[in-house]
């Protein structure tokens, strides 16, 4: 039974296009994070919601918006993808804050062409 | 400024060898929590311990142990008599009052290779 789970698991695009990535978490959580891991295994946070609300906002382009529909989901929307966008996304969630253990899903891979 | 160092970038070991990753952290906070956070191949993070700032014992679990010094601003990881399962890169992360405790900083990551 997977408790962080994101789909697609690859996602491979030309530049310009659109897409989505989608996370849900069956722990009953109420904080979601989205990371991204660059080429060289570089982990940062983008995002961080609580109870669906955005707490952090890590200084990410506006093409990038985040939706917490519920506490179990938070999916992540890209506009006009760029080639600086590929990389590795993480979804991850956590019992109140980042002071827990954060539980991360298996990852997206991201390549824009 | 809330920063984790892991300086080294790479480590090679021979199986059933000892090692040691290093992680330095800084933050102006008196309440913060450290993790380490494994990597394997296969690409998932797993989370491996937690300390907060107020707990400065020392932890064992298995092959891997964890020694926490404030003084020296260091929490760094020991596997002992490694495995190549052990093979994979390791994250230290910190989690501090200041950001609210949302937000995690990850270190650069060490790279363990472990050869048979």
């Known amino acids: 039974d997977t408790a962080v789970s994101q789909t697609p698991k690859y996602l491979v695009t030309q530049m310009g296009n659109d897409k989505s990535i989608k996370c849900e978490q069956n722990?009953?959580?109420?904080?979601m994070y989205w990371y991204k891991q660059d080429s060289k295994k570089f982990l940062k946070i983008m995002f961080s919601?609580?109870?669906?609300?955005?707490?952090i906002n890590e200084t990410v382009p506006n093409r990038f918006s985040p939706k917490s529909p519920d506490k179990a989901h938070l999916n992540l929307h890209i506009n006009s993808l760029e080639l600086g966008d590929s990389a590795v996304y993480f979804c991850?969630?956590?019992?109140?804050?980042?002071?827990?253990?954060?539980?991360f899903g298996p990852g997206t891979r991201l390549t824009v062409l | 400024a809330q920063k984790v160092t892991q300086a080294q970038t790479e480590i090679s070991v021979v199986e059933k060898e000892d090692v040691t990753l290093d992680c330095v952290y800084e933050?102006?906070?008196?309440?913060?929590?450290l993790f380490w956070y494994k990597q394997p191949p296969s690409g998932e993070l797993v989370f491996l311990i937690r300390?907060?700032?107020?707990?400065?014992q020392n932890e064992i679990s298995g092959r891997y142990s964890w020694n926490f010094q404030k003084s020296t601003s260091s929490f760094n990881f020991t596997i002992t008599a490694s495995q190549v399962v052990d093979s994979a890169v390791y994250f230290c992360?910190?989690?501090?009052?200041?950001?609210?405790?949302?937000?995690?900083?990850f270190g650069a990551g060490t790279r363990l290779f472990v050869k048979a």
């Open positions: 919601y609580n109870n669906k609300e955005l707490i």
């Open positions: 300390r907060n700032s107020f707990d400065e």
């Open positions: 722990l009953g959580h109420d904080t």
């Open positions: 992360a910190l989690s501090d009052y200041r950001t609210g405790g949302f937000k995690t900083i």
């Open positions: 933050t102006r906070d008196t309440t913060y929590y």
């Open positions: 991850a969630s956590s019992q109140a804050s980042s002071y827990n253990e954060q539980f």
